[in-house]
């Protein structure tokens, strides 16, 4: 099992669409849900607790999240001394990377580092600064060690190209990555009237996505060798190896739990102070016997649900977005199976070429990608 631990609802960032986003959000209620909004902000239960509650699954994974995880580093480092895990992982901004010592960042097994794409567009989103510091604190921690995966985590709105972005994140000099993630800014807050989604969707994301999964192939070509891009990654995966998906890509609410600040259980960290999403609390639930959440209708009924899983179990139950505007966010769904169900030919090929191979293909599920952007 994987289980986010929120270590801390506080950041020390302002990004345009967190931070941004809930002030222009402040007055939209939940209706129709109980949500507990005092919930400490930092982690108010025992490390034993933890270590009991991890102790009932052998393959307990961890992962540290937030608000910023690393404002916690008495709580990592406890953390990591004291609970068995099969395996660490944190989901960071990256600014505090060089506050923790080698001997505990070395220990991770994925780095999930927040990075929108190129210095502009990473600081038009997160602040002025932002991406220099972070690109400083990847390069430190490789000179130090850190031999694991580091994902950049791309968050997707419509100032991003996403082709554009993705590419330079691949092929810029400084600090390349083979690993990316992104998430489209859909669905999560009462924004939809004042944005310009639809026609951005439309006449950009999805026509640069198609193009983005042509690089992809090209690349394999080119080089003999499968970039993470993990949407990619994720449903070229399951039609390779034969898989029908049915449950979400990201493994909330039936394989990847989160835990919040007071222990409470919840399906996934969007999901904080839900209490009619409570599912139970580390001192006394089984982590392999926790109740699973399932998306729902319209989800259930659509012709892709076994690729593409219901996309997010937040925006499914409290349907922040009208169901009007949510089917665009279907269309690009639609639209990225249809543009690796496409270059499949091509992807078969250079495996019977031996150029590359299926394991080039597999990876750690539930890791903190949504395989569904």
């Given at each position: ?119 502009a567009l990473t600081d038009f989103y997160r602040g002025r600064g932002t991406f220099r510091k972070v690109i400083d604190n990847l390069k430190l921690i490789r000179r130090n060690g850190f031999k694991g995966e580091i994902i950049a985590r791309m968050t997707v709105m419509e100032q991003t190209d996403i082709y554009t972005q993705v590419r330079w994140l691949v092929e810029n000099k400084e600090f390349p990555f083979s690993s990316i993630h992104w998430q489209l800014n859909a669905g999560f807050w009462k924004d939809f009237e004042r ?179």
């Open positions: 099992m994987f289980f986010h631990v929120m270590l801390t609802t506080e950041c020390n960032l302002q990004c345009r669409y967190c931070f941004g986003e809930a002030l222009e959000d402040f007055d939209v209620g939940f209706g129709g849900f109980d949500v507990d909004y005092s919930l400490p902000k930092r982690v108010s239960y025992s490390v034993g607790l933890l270590d009991g509650f991890c102790r009932h699954d052998a393959d307990c994974v961890l992962i540290f999240y937030g608000g910023e995880p690393l404002l916690c580093l008495d709580e990592i480092k406890r953390f990591m001394d004291n609970v068995r895990a099969k395996y660490f992982i944190v989901q960071t901004n990256g600014l505090l990377l060089d506050r923790l010592e080698p001997e505990y960042v070395n220990r991770f097994h994925t780095i999930l580092v927040s990075i929108d794409g190129d210095e944005r310009n989604f639809k026609k951005w969707s439309e006449e950009n994301y999805n026509p640069r996505i198609r193009k983005l999964v042509g690089f992809w192939v090209d690349f394999m070509e080119r080089n003999c060798a499968v970039l993470r891009l993990y949407p990619f990654l994720g449903i070229a995966n399951s039609i390779i190896f034969n898989e029908e998906e049915s449950l979400l890509r990201c493994g909330g609410g039936w394989i990847n739990y989160a835990i919040q600040t007071d222990g409470h259980i919840i399906p996934c960290p969007s999901m904080w102070g839900m209490k009619n999403y409570y599912l139970g609390h580390i001192r006394n639930v089984n982590p392999l016997r926790l109740r699973k959440i399932f998306v729902g209708e319209p989800c259930t009924k659509c012709e892709i649900f076994t690729a593409c899983g219901g996309r997010c179990l937040y925006a499914n139950v409290t349907k922040r977005w009208n169901a009007s505007a949510y089917r665009l966010v279907c269309k690009t769904v639609r639209n990225l199976i249809e543009a690796i169900h496409a270059e499949m030919p091509r992807i078969q090929k250079l495996i019977r070429q031996e150029k590359i191979r299926l394991e080039d293909f597999k990876f750690m599920k539930y890791n903190g990608c949504e395989i569904i952007p």
